[in-house]
């Protein structure tokens, strides 16, 4: 330990790093308030575009509508996996400093494209720069934390991430309303992106000196997650053969297909009811603050009772408040859908990641944490399709019931094959 330095900043050893929330909690609360802004800086889109592309663009086919939901899963989900292999190769900081200087472009693109290839093109750039920051984010508190509350480190981030989401899709639900659809709401995005460079270049601090401290006195979960791993065994252990491991992959890919279709087609489906645009921004903003917020306390439980049964659990709600939205027709069950949507993913976002992390070795977690990180947000692509296909054959409600049924068989999945917790997660 005592030969390495950190890529930032001074020199460390180990008796100058210490892990835990407490010992680091400054740093920690600055990476959560960068964290909201790179929440922040996604949900400038998640009331306005789906607006955007039938009443600006006039696309009509909901499949045309939705690739820029697929342009960004595809996008963010393969530089997860390079983000992960590049911050253990070059640091987290500058990792985090390229996400967000790959994002100033994203307002422009959204405010001035004059063409849906543009907003396309802006959600590619869009999906890169997540990838790089929010990824970052995740390993750096992972970093800070140690193996001790790593549920409450997730569920603070998570929380911090789509609480930003929330309340910026809020917020530009009533600019837009106000406003217009551009720019007003892609002007608060781009206030995010420079104040988010400004702290990573100038206040955060480099994490990765805490990962190789807590590699000196790590034990592996079991005989095949031990430190010297091949980029092609990290792979395959956490996509396919490793118990734990794959169903957290599966079941992060479902969670976000779900989410694919709620950003992209819900908006289309409530304003086809009548709802004014005022009543759109407020069910966009309610589903990701409950889920938001409700992390606060999902992932801290997850360290007292284990991640398996909050993952099952959040899937099937997840699953019941999807077919509400199917079958609802008004304002009032399509909020109770929200809220409950929300509720379930909060359950199973940050446990999801926090069992990465009881799994994988600290060498070789941030490049797990990528790859989790692939197949969950290669959900946003596969549910941005599927979506828009079933909708385009068999309308918005028949699409949404689908997804319903596959959330709720992932949740018997992890059921069936996850290892069984109690204390101690996963192992």
Not at 85 to 95: A, E, F, H, M, Q
Not at 283 to 305: C, E, K
Not at 405 to 421: E, K, P
């Amino acid at each position: 330990m005592n030969n390495h330095t950190p890529a930032t900043h001074k020199p460390a050893t180990r008796d100058a790093i210490t892990l835990g929330l407490r010992q680091n909690l400054a740093q920690f609360m600055l990476l959560v308030a960068v964290n909201a802004l790179v929440g922040g800086t996604l949900g400038q889109e998640r009331t306005v575009l789906p607006l955007l592309a039938g009443q600006v663009f006039h696309l009509d086919l909901y499949t045309s509508a939705l690739t820029y939901i697929l342009a960004f899963g595809v996008a963010k989900a393969a530089t997860n996996y390079f983000a992960g292999t590049l911050s253990d190769r070059y640091g987290r900081k500058p990792v985090l400093i390229t996400g967000w200087l790959i994002a100033l472009p994203v307002p422009l693109l959204l405010i001035f494209g004059p063409s849906w290839g543009w907003i396309v093109a802006a959600n590619v750039i869009l999906g890169i720069s997540q990838g790089l920051t929010w990824s970052t984010t995740v390993v750096m508190k992972m970093d800070l934390i140690g193996p001790s509350r790593r549920g409450l480190a997730m569920g603070l981030n998570e929380a911090a991430g789509y609480l930003g989401v929330a309340a910026t899709a809020l917020a530009t639900g009533y600019i837009a309303a106000t406003y217009g659809l551009r720019p007003g709401p892609f002007l608060l995005g781009a206030a995010y992106i420079a104040l988010g460079l400004g702290l990573s270049v100038f206040a955060v601090n480099e994490t990765r000196g805490h990962a190789r401290l807590e590699a000196a006195n790590h034990v592996s979960a079991h005989s095949g997650a031990h430190g010297e791993l091949s980029n092609r065994e990290i792979f395959t252990l956490t996509s396919f053969r490793d118990k734990s491991l794959s169903s957290v992959s599966q079941a992060g890919m479902v969670n976000n297909l779900n989410d694919g279709l709620a950003w992209g087609l819900f908006p289309v489906l409530f304003a086809a009811a009548g709802l004014n645009i005022e009543k759109i921004g407020i069910l966009a903003a309610v589903y990701p603050a409950v889920w938001g917020a409700g992390q606060l306390v999902t992932g801290a439980l997850s360290d007292r009772y284990g991640r398996k049964r909050l993952i099952v659990g959040g899937m099937l709600i997840q699953a019941v408040a999807l077919g509400m939205v199917a079958l609802g027709q008004d304002f009032g069950i399509w909020l109770a859908a929200a809220v409950l949507l929300g509720a379930g993913t909060a359950m199973v976002y940050p446990t999801l990641l926090a069992a990465i992390g009881d799994v994988a070795h600290p060498v070789w977690r941030a490049r797990s944490v990528g790859i989790y990180r692939l197949w969950r947000d290669g959900g946003f692509a596969v549910g941005a399709l599927l979506a828009g296909i079933l909708a385009d054959a068999y309308g918005i409600p028949t699409a949404v019931a689908v997804v319903a049924v596959l959330t709720g068989a992932s949740g018997i999945l992890v059921a069936i094959r996850m290892r069984g917790t109690d204390h101690h997660p996963v192992g």
